[in-house]
C-alpha cells in the first residue's frame, strides 16, 4: 500500500483523535484475568489490533468487535502458548505473558516481534518474573514460564529500567494472589495508568497509580468492567505539528484521560500557538523557531515515539536544533530521507541529529521504515512542494487509525493506493 501526496495545504478543520493504542495491549491483557466479560470503548481500528484479537481467538478467548468497542470473555483459555506467527508481527503480544501467568501458572511464548528502531531486549520482564518467584527455560527464541499460584508474602522489586512493558507484565502478574508487591522504578506512561485504572474498576487493590511506585495487594478474583481507553497522545502531537507545518489551524477533539504537558510544552517552545478549550485543542497559524535541544525521556518527558515528527518540525523552524533520543539507536537513521526530500540534517551519531531551518522541502517517493518515521514522511509530505509517494503504508496504520481519511477532512491532497 501506498500514500500519494501533494503538498502545499494549509491544513483546516477538526478532527477526533483516536484511543491510545499502547493501551490497547495490556488492557486486553487484563481482560484475561476474569471470566466475566469486559468491553474496552474507544480502542483504535488497527492492524495491531488484529493481530491481538487473532492471539485471543488461537486461545480459545471469544472476542466481539463491533466500531471501537471490543467485548472480551475469557471464561476458557484452551492452552498456554501464545502462537509463534503472531508474537513475531508484535512487540505489544509481550504483556500476555504476565496476564497468562497470573491466569494459569504457565506460559510458552516467543521473542516478540514490531518496529526495528533499535535492540529491544526483554531482560527486566524476566527479572521481575523471578523475583515474584517463577522459573524459566529458553530455547532459541522460544521461552517456557511458570509460577507458584498459591504463594503469599510481600514482595519487594526495584526495576532496572523504567521499561513501560515490563511494568505492565509485572502490573497484570500481581494483582491476582494472597502476595504484596511493591514495584518501584515504575514507567508512568498514560497506557500504564490506563491499565491501572481498567483494573481497579475490576477489582484490583493498586495504590500509587501514576507514580514510579505502586503497591499491589493481590486479590483473589476480578470481575468483568466497562472500560473507555484515554486518547492517542502521540497522535494529538503528530496532528499539531501537521497543523503547525503547513501554516493551518485545526481542532483537535476527544481529548480525554491523558495529561499533555509533556507533549505540549515541547511543541510551545518551537513556537506553536496552542489553546485548549474543554475536552480539545486549537493549533493557531504560528511562527517556528527552533530551540537549542530536544531530548526524549521517560514519561513525564518528551517521548521517543514522536521525535521523528518532531524532527520534521525543526526543518521548518528558524535556527538550529539539536534532536536527541537515548532510547533507541535506530530512530534517527530514517533522516536520510528527509535529506532527500531537501532538508538540513547533520547526523552526529545514532542518537543524535542537527537540524537547520527552515528548508523548503520537495516531493519524493519514499520507504516506510516504521510506524512513527513513517507518520513523520507524511507529515514532511504534507509541507512539501509536489507530488511524494510513501510506499509501504501499511507500517503507518499499525500505529495512526483513519490517516487518509483524518487529513482529507482537514483539507490535505492525500489518497490511498495498492502497491
Same mark, same amino acid.
Given at each position: 500500500?501506498?500514500?500519494?501526496?501533494?503538498?502545499?495545504?494549509?491544513?483546516?478543520?477538526?478532527?477526533?483523535?483516536?484511543?491510545?493504542?499502547?493501551?490497547?495491549?495490556?488492557?486486553?491483557?487484563?481482560? /484475561?484475568?476474569?471470566?466475566?466479560?469486559?468491553?474496552?470503548?474507544?480502542?483504535?481500528? /488497527?492492524?495491531?489490533? &488484529?493481530?491481538?484479537?487473532?492471539?485471543?481467538?488461537? /486461545?480459545?478467548?471469544?472476542?466481539?468487535?463491533?466500531?471501537?468497542?471490543?467485548?472480551?470473555?475469557?471464561?476458557?483459555?484452551?492452552?498456554?502458548?501464545?502462537?509463534?506467527?503472531?508474537?513475531?508481527?508484535?512487540?505489544?503480544?509481550?504483556? #500476555?505473558?504476565?496476564?497468562?501467568?497470573?491466569?494459569?501458572?504457565?506460559?510458552?511464548?516467543?521473542?516478540?516481534?514490531?518496529?526495528?528502531?533499535?535492540?529491544?531486549?526483554?531482560?527486566?520482564?524476566? &527479572?521481575?518474573?523471578?523475583?515474584?518467584?517463577?522459573?524459566?527455560?529458553?530455547?532459541?527464541?522460544?521461552?517456557?514460564?511458570? $509460577?507458584?499460584?498459591?504463594?503469599?508474602?510481600?514482595?519487594?522489586?526495584?526495576?532496572?529500567?523504567?521499561?513501560?512493558?515490563?511494568?505492565?507484565? /509485572?502490573? =497484570?502478574?500481581? *494483582?491476582?494472589?494472597?502476595?504484596?508487591?511493591?514495584?518501584?522504578?515504575?514507567?508512568?506512561?498514560?497506557?500504564?495508568?490506563?491499565?491501572?485504572?481498567?483494573?481497579?474498576?475490576?477489582?484490583?487493590?493498586?495504590?500509587?497509580?501514576?507514580?514510579?511506585?505502586?503497591? $499491589?495487594?493481590?486479590?483473589?478474583?476480578?470481575?468483568?468492567?466497562?472500560?473507555?481507553?484515554?486518547?492517542?497522545?502521540?497522535?494529538?502531537?503528530?496532528?499539531?505539528?501537521? @497543523?503547525?507545518?503547513?501554516?493551518?489551524?485545526?481542532?483537535?477533539?476527544?481529548?480525554?484521560?491523558?495529561?499533555?504537558?509533556?507533549?505540549?510544552?515541547? =511543541?510551545? @517552545?518551537?513556537?506553536?500557538?496552542?489553546?485548549?478549550?474543554?475536552?480539545?485543542?486549537? *493549533?493557531?497559524?504560528?511562527?517556528?523557531?527552533?530551540? @537549542?535541544?530536544?531530548?526524549?525521556? $521517560?514519561?513525564?518527558?518528551?517521548?521517543?515515539?514522536?521525535?521523528? *515528527?518532531?524532527?520534521?518540525?525543526?526543518?521548518?523552524?528558524?535556527?538550529?536544533?539539536?534532536?536527541?533520543?537515548?532510547?533507541?539507536?535506530?530512530?534517527?537513521?530514517?533522516?536520510?530521507?528527509?535529506?532527500?526530500?531537501?532538508?538540513?540534517?547533520? #547526523?552526529?551519531?545514532?542518537?543524535?541529529?542537527?537540524?537547520?531551518?527552515?528548508?523548503?522541502?520537495?516531493?519524493?517517493?519514499?520507504?516506510?521504515?516504521?510506524?512513527?518515521?513513517?507518520?513523520?514522511?507524511?507529515?514532511?509530505?504534507?509541507?512539501?512542494?509536489?507530488?511524494?509517494?510513501?510506499?509501504?503504508?501499511?507500517?503507518?496504520?499499525?500505529?495512526?487509525?483513519?490517516? *487518509? &481519511?483524518?487529513?482529507?477532512?482537514?483539507?490535505?491532497?492525500?489518497?490511498?493506493?495498492?502497491?
Amino acid at each position: 500500500m501506498r500514500y500519494i501526496i501533494n503538498g502545499g495545504k494549509k491544513l483546516k478543520g477538526s478532527i477526533k483523535v483516536s484511543g491510545n493504542k499502547n493501551s490497547v495491549f495490556p488492557c486486553i491483557g487484563a481482560a /484475561l484475568l476474569t471470566e466475566d466479560e469486559v468491553t474496552l470503548e474507544n480502542v483504535s481500528n /488497527l492492524k495491531d489490533t &488484529e493481530i491481538l484479537i487473532q492471539i485471543l481467538q488461537k /486461545l480459545g478467548v471469544k472476542v466481539q468487535k463491533e466500531s471501537s468497542t471490543l467485548k472480551i470473555k475469557a471464561s476458557n483459555i484452551h492452552h498456554s502458548t501464545l502462537p509463534e506467527d503472531l508474537m513475531v508481527k508484535l512487540r505489544g503480544s509481550l504483556v #500476555l505473558v504476565g496476564a497468562m501467568l497470573a491466569r494459569a501458572g504457565k506460559v510458552n511464548f516467543y521473542h516478540p516481534g514490531g518496529d526495528i528502531i533499535g535492540k529491544r531486549s526483554i531482560e527486566t520482564h524476566l &527479572e521481575g518474573f523471578k523475583a515474584l518467584g517463577a522459573s524459566f527455560k529458553k530455547s532459541n527464541s522460544k521461552y517456557s514460564l511458570s $509460577i507458584p499460584q498459591v504463594s503469599s508474602g510481600d514482595y519487594h522489586i526495584f526495576l532496572r529500567e523504567a521499561s513501560v512493558t515490563a511494568t505492565e507484565n /509485572l502490573i =497484570l502478574v500481581s *494483582v491476582l494472589g494472597q502476595r504484596q508487591v511493591i514495584l518501584e522504578n515504575c514507567a508512568k506512561e498514560p497506557h500504564v495508568v490506563d491499565l491501572c485504572n481498567m483494573l481497579s474498576q475490576m477489582g484490583a487493590r493498586i495504590e500509587g497509580t501514576g507514580t514510579e511506585t505502586l503497591i $499491589i495487594t493481590g486479590v483473589t478474583k476480578l470481575s468483568g468492567t466497562s472500560f473507555m481507553i484515554g486518547a492517542d497522545h502521540i497522535e494529538i502531537g503528530t496532528y499539531i505539528v501537521a @497543523s503547525a507545518i503547513t501554516g493551518g489551524e485545526i481542532k483537535i477533539e476527544g481529548l480525554r484521560g491523558v495529561c499533555l504537558d509533556p507533549i505540549l510544552r515541547p =511543541l510551545q @517552545s518551537f513556537g506553536i500557538k496552542l489553546e485548549n478549550i474543554g475536552s480539545s485543542i486549537v *493549533v493557531y497559524p504560528s511562527k517556528l523557531k527552533s530551540v @537549542s535541544a530536544l531530548i526524549t525521556n $521517560i514519561w513525564p518527558g518528551f517521548p521517543t515515539d514522536l521525535m521523528s *515528527v518532531a524532527i520534521v518540525l525543526a526543518t521548518q523552524a528558524k535556527g538550529i536544533t539539536l534532536c536527541h533520543d537515548w532510547m533507541y539507536e535506530g530512530r534517527m537513521f530514517f533522516t536520510d530521507k528527509l535529506i532527500k526530500m531537501g532538508a538540513k540534517i547533520t #547526523l552526529a551519531d545514532p542518537h543524535r541529529v542537527l537540524v537547520y531551518g527552515p528548508n523548503r522541502l520537495r516531493g519524493r517517493a519514499l520507504e516506510t521504515p516504521d510506524i512513527r518515521a513513517g507518520m513523520a514522511l507524511v507529515v514532511a509530505a504534507l509541507v512539501s512542494k509536489g507530488e511524494s509517494v510513501i510506499n509501504q503504508a501499511e507500517l503507518i496504520e499499525r500505529g495512526y487509525e483513519g490517516v *487518509v &481519511e483524518k487529513l482529507k477532512a482537514l483539507g490535505a491532497d492525500i489518497s490511498r493506493a495498492e502497491a
